[in-house]
């Protein structure tokens, strides 16, 4: 297991958790699949946890995703979501983006980079907060075009409250953000979901799926859709070439947003990987 950075640390910080119903996350219901003597039964809703990576790397701090916002139920009420997906954190409570970065003593201004795996609500709600005159805010080029489209409030998961104005440096395709940090391109969910590729110098690589895959039910093989996928083709392409990395370099995945996972992560502040 090597890492091009060998004082590098990451940290996962809890971001909101959503409930809903589990079926906008595996198609056909997955863990929520019935039978016909169950047809009638209510449909089973679960947790939806959300997160973020800070990495602490020796050339700056770089963030990944930012999770849901404080005033969810505002902000979501134009688009119906407060009623599917609604936070079950406190809103004046912890576990929320800001609250983890205080926890660790830092604000946004003291992350160097922002990188978003894509536009969606409950990824780069809080996206606005790092424009500040010094965070580089990354997101791909596919993604930022297709957002820029949009007309209204929003369209589908994109709100476009959420990122308009801001001043983007967009990459395309695979890209090293840092010795040992990488962006995989991994569209289907979005036009330009990224994955996370971290390589620390001690328990090797960590790849952050974000939601080209949201659960370990969704993995497989073979993988099972979701309900919420731009292009299924692209998506299972993207989910393969996840696989092969992970094949290749041993890497642990961390899915987007899978509650039984959740419960095995060290989260900030306590909890550190190295």
């Known amino acids: ?25 595996l198609l056909k219901g997955g ?28 050339e700056g701090r770089v963030l990944w995703d930012t999770g849901v916002p404080r005033d969810w139920q505002e902000r979501w009420a134009p688009t119906g979501f407060h009623d599917f997906f609604p936070v079950r954190e406190a809103i004046d409570g912890p576990g929320y983006l800001d609250s983890s970065l205080a926890e ?4 946004p201004e ?12 409950d990824h780069a709600a809080n996206a606005r907060d790092f424009a500040n005159g010094k965070t580089r805010i990354i997101v791909n080029d596919k993604e930022l075009e297709g957002a820029r489209k949009i007309d209204g409030y929003s369209a589908g998961a994109h709100i476009v409250g959420d990122y308009q104005g801001l001043d ?15 962006v995989i391109e991994t569209p289907g969910h979005t036009w330009g979901t990224m994955s996370l ?40 392409e993207s989910v393969e070439k996840l696989r092969g990395i992970a094949e290749k370099t041993g890497a642990e995945v961390i899915f987007g947003h899978d509650a039984e996972q959740a419960k095995g992560l060290r989260y900030a502040p306590e909890g550190v990987y190295r």
């Open 1 to 25: 297991m090597t890492g091009n950075a060998p004082d590098m640390k990451l940290h996962v910080l809890s971001t909101g958790v959503m409930e809903t119903d589990l079926t906008w996350l």
């Open 31 to 58: 863990r929520t699949i019935r039978d016909r003597h169950h047809k009638d039964d209510p449909v089973v809703w679960g947790d939806c946890p959300t997160h973020a990576v800070l990495i602490e790397h020796p």
């Open 104 to 107: 660790l003593e830092l604000a």
């Open 110 to 121: 003291d992350i160097d980079i922002l990188v978003l795996s894509h536009l969606h609500f």
């Open 168 to 182: 983007f440096e967009t990459v395309s395709g695979d890209v090293d953000i840092l010795p040992g940090v990488s």
């Open 197 to 236: 590729k971290v390589d620390l110098p001690e328990e090797g690589t960590k790849l952050f799926t974000s939601d080209a895959v949201y659960l370990s039910d969704s993995w497989g093989p073979p993988a099972v859709g979701a309900a919420i996928v731009w292009d299924n083709l692209r998506w299972l």
